[in-house]
């Protein structure tokens, strides 16, 4: 049953569920009781508090609290100039603006600080080997108007989303909102046999005593080591390098800023992505030293070396790297003016003419008709956005269950709390929402049929749910990270002839596009990515060992695509 179609159903319902009372002997200390107590003000737990808040029946049965030790009040009232932009920025999927959409949310957005992806290209670093996903080629999905429908997904700024969700909490009485306030402990209640429930003491010295307590509290989850869940990963020797873009618009002939591209290098992905005409957003996964490097350089020189890595040669970028590398590690600093010199020694070695897309410092080209490469590379970098250089390092996490149990039960974990992602795919908030939207889903059905919102029973469709399409969407991402960090010729070869064959099979492109929820393809479409790159990479570590022809390498995961694609 979809989300909207459970929103008319339990809105329109005789509920027998009403709000029993939650005082209990405890101590002299006064202790607040709620139904629902949300740990963590970031853009998941906002979303959950907010989803809740969304349906009648919730806002007249549930009490919720919301703890967050920042100040959510700067959020509310946070703004930037038009043409200035924040660092953290998030890809919105089709799925995830609806379920904003259909709890009110997304109308508040500043949709003046959106921009739709209507296209992506991603290629290989080393051979070149390229793909295209245009949005014209998804199929329309029901839920959006027709030009929502023709994008991809939709960028924002954190910062921008996070304060549509307090503005519309603020119209909601019945969530409580305790900012600037820390998690102290959480302890279980010494009651009914050891089986109380979780007691959550803050830094203002306040105890809250929660049905449900819910663990949107990032990474280093305080809800999960209170629950005792475990949970596996480990750090990919990676960081992210993050800066706001300034940029020449495009030209007439050329079409808006609507195109993200991504470049595959062994060191990781360098991704840009477009936030207006003149304004993109970089994330670039490289290795910790080189990050380190890029972010104590002059912000010109980083402006330079990201038009280089989307345009020369793997060979002649990683050269430059090792010119900042080794610059850094003497303490010394490498000049605008000594890379822009290396560069353009760089491209005339290439044989890269003035009149390309592909030349940056040497570029010759007027406001004229663009060559014809124009659209392979992102426009040229002019200067980065002062405060917004930033690094953080990455990581792949997934807890070993989303329910606490025995002495942590009435627990339950969304968003990081539950699973950290390689941001590469663009998908580490979208698996929040989902989480979001199918935790609401089992909390308002609870309500619905008279159930105890914090029992097992009554989260565990929860927990069936987004587990497994959480695992499948962060193993393809993980495959994807190690696939293109390899150089080995058999593997590169491999993988080049996998890209450029999907790259003509317009109906695979169009199921891997398809968002990770518009109606209920969600699962099915993750499937198809997910155990398609499962195969690929099955037939490379035959291929490897082996040592046989690498066409049968990729053949195994198309032919897996195709028929899974046949299936839906």
């Not at 709620?34 to 806002?59: C, H, K, N, Q």
Request: charged letters at 20%; a neutral charge; proline letters at 4%.
């Amino acid at each position: 049953m979809t989300f909207g179609a459970i929103r008319k159903s339990v809105s329109t319902a005789v509920l027998s569920y009403r709000k029993q009372p939650c005082r209990r002997g405890f101590s002299a200390q006064a202790v607040r009781d709620f139904d629902v107590i949300i740990v963590g003000g970031g853009p998941v737990g906002l979303a959950l508090a907010s989803g809740l808040g969304s349906y009648t029946t919730a806002r007249e049965s549930l009490k919720v609290a919301l703890v967050e030790a920042g100040d959510l009040s700067r959020t509310r009232d946070w703004t930037l100039p038009p043409d200035s932009y924040s660092n953290r920025v998030s890809s919105i999927t089709n799925s995830s603006r609806a379920f904003l959409k259909d709890i009110g949310v997304w109308e508040l957005v500043d949709q003046s600080r959106t921009c739709p992806v209507k296209e992506m290209q991603v290629w290989d670093g080393l051979s070149g080997a390229r793909i295209t996903f245009d949005a014209a080629n998804l199929p329309s999905s029901g839920v959006l108007n027709a030009a929502e429908s023709s994008e991809m997904a939709r960028l924002t700024e954190n910062l921008n989303l996070q304060r549509a969700l307090l503005r519309h909490l603020e119209s909601i009485r019945s969530i409580e909102l305790l900012q600037k306030t820390r998690v102290e402990s959480i302890q279980r209640e010494d009651r009914d046999g050891g089986h109380g429930w979780p007691l959550v003491h803050l830094s203002d010295g306040t105890t809250l005593r929660a049905r449900l307590l819910v663990g949107a509290d990032g990474f280093n989850s305080p809800v999960r080591a209170y629950a005792g869940i475990h949970s596996y990963g480990w750090s990919y020797d990676v960081r992210a390098v993050v800066a706001t873009l300034n940029h020449s618009p495009r030209g007439a002939f050329q079409g808006p800023n609507h195109t993200a591209y991504q470049r595959f290098l062994p060191t990781g992905p360098i991704a840009f992505l477009p936030l207006s005409p003149t304004v993109s957003s970089l994330v670039w996964s490289t290795k910790s030293a080189l990050a380190e490097a890029l972010c104590r350089a002059e912000p010109a020189v980083l402006a330079h070396m990201v038009n280089a890595a989307f345009r020369l040669p793997e060979v002649s970028v990683r050269y430059l790297h090792n010119l900042i590398l080794d610059a850094h590690s003497t303490g010394a600093s490498i000049s605008s003016e000594d890379i822009c010199n290396e560069i353009a020694f760089r491209e005339k070695s290439h044989n890269i003419p003035g009149y390309s897309a592909y030349s940056s410092v040497s570029s010759m080209l007027s406001a004229g008709v663009p060559p014809n490469d124009a659209m392979a590379v992102p426009p040229l970098v002019t200067s980065i956005q002062l405060g917004t250089i930033a690094s953080f390092p990455l990581k792949f996490n997934h807890a070993e269950s989303y329910l606490g149990e025995g002495a942590g039960n009435r627990t339950v974990l969304i968003g990081d709390a539950a699973h950290t992602i390689h941001p590469l795919a663009g998908q580490g908030l979208n698996l929040g929402f989902g989480d979001v939207r199918s935790l609401v889903q089992c909390i308002v059905q609870s309500v619905a049929h008279g159930g105890d919102i914090g029992s097992y029973t009554s989260l565990r469709p929860y927990a069936a749910e987004r587990y497994f399409a959480n695992h499948k969407v962060m193993s393809a991402v993980d495959k994807l990270h190690k696939l293109y960090s390899s150089t080995w010729d058999p593997v590169v070869l491999a993988r080049s002839i996998g890209l450029e064959v999907i790259n003509e099979l317009d109906s695979v492109k169009a199921a891997l596009m398809m968002d990770a929820g518009a109606g209920n393809r969600e699962r099915s479409q993750w499937d198809l990515l997910a155990d398609g790159i499962k195969g690929v990479s099955n037939g490379l570590s035959t291929a490897k060992m082996l040592g046989q022809g690498m066409g049968v390498v990729f053949n195994s995961g198309i032919n897996e695509i195709t028929r899974r694609l046949s299936q839906h």
